[in-house]
T-cell receptor
Framework: NAGVTQTPKFRVLKTGQSMTLLCAQD?????MYWYRQDPGMGLRLIHY???????AKGEVPDGYNVSRLKKQNFLLGLESAAPSQTSVYFC???????????FGPGTRLTVL | AQSVTQLGSHVSVSEGALVLLRCNYS??????LFWYVQYPNQGLQLLLK??????LVKGINGFEAEFKKSETSFHLTKPSAHMSDAAEYFC?????????????FGAGTRLFVKA
């Protein structure tokens, strides 16, 4: 069991560039989430999904889009990166609501 | 609306000393409460969780937390700190209401352990 994996681990973008972060889980979890982590602010929810083909906005969705075409994958897209999106991004999944979340190792993104 | 407040962004203890990391929450319904630990350059891992069973919850690595409804607190403790406990700790709350998802994380407390 690989658990939750994230690709890539690191990325540097220029302002205006686009990219997609990939999250994959092999635990057959229904729920998947994307968070960003910034110093002193904990984790903030960007978008989440309660099942294949469904997504919803979290606390800080602006500038991001997501898709969940397959149950095991959850993609986070940045259409036009901005320096304010410099952060560490974590994907997480959980079997059911209110259960513990399993986190990936994170993607460190820098936007210049 | 639910919220989580972790008192102290940094806590420093000596090896062998008591660890106490404070967490207060607010929730309009009975909450589910969690403590996660994050080691450098890694994702978060669950330490322990409270789900309305026993108020004293034991977790991994010798940590435990006590749910106190009257104080709306869920403080994390460990009797004797070890160097390997140095990490960042996050308290989180999920509400048990239906029809919506909400898990809120605290800002985190970084624990330093001195030799």
């Amino acid at each position: 069991n690989a658990g939750v994996t994230q690709t890539p681990k690191f990325r540097v973008l220029k302002t205006g560039q686009s990219m997609t972060l990939l999250c994959a889980q092999d635990m057959n979890h229904e729920y998947m989430y994307w968070y960003r982590q910034d110093p002193g602010m904990g984790l903030r929810l960007i978008h989440y999904s309660v099942g294949e083909g469904t997504t919803a906005k979290g606390e800080v969705p602006d500038g991001y889009n997501v898709s969940r075409l397959k149950k095991q994958n959850f993609l986070l897209g940045l259409e036009s990166a901005a320096p304010s999106q410099t952060s560490v991004y974590f994907c997480a999944s959980t079997r059911a609501l209110y259960n513990e979340q399993f986190f990936g190792p994170g993607t460190r993104l820098t936007v210049l | 609306a639910q919220s989580v407040t972790q008192l102290g962004s940094h806590v420093s203890v000596s090896e062998g000393a008591l660890v106490l990391l404070r967490c207060n929450y607010s929730s309009s319904v009975p909450p589910y409460l969690f403590w996660y630990v994050q080691y450098p350059n890694q994702g978060l891992q669950l330490l322990l969780k409270y789900t309305s069973a026993a108020t004293l919850v034991k977790g991994i690595n010798g940590f435990e937390a006590e749910f106190k409804k009257s104080e709306t607190s869920f403080h994390l403790t460990k009797p004797s700190a070890h160097m390997s406990d140095a990490a960042e700790y996050f308290c989180a709350v999920s509400e048990s209401n239906t029809g919506g998802f909400k898990t809120i994380f605290g800002a985190g407390t970084r624990l330093f352990v001195k030799a």
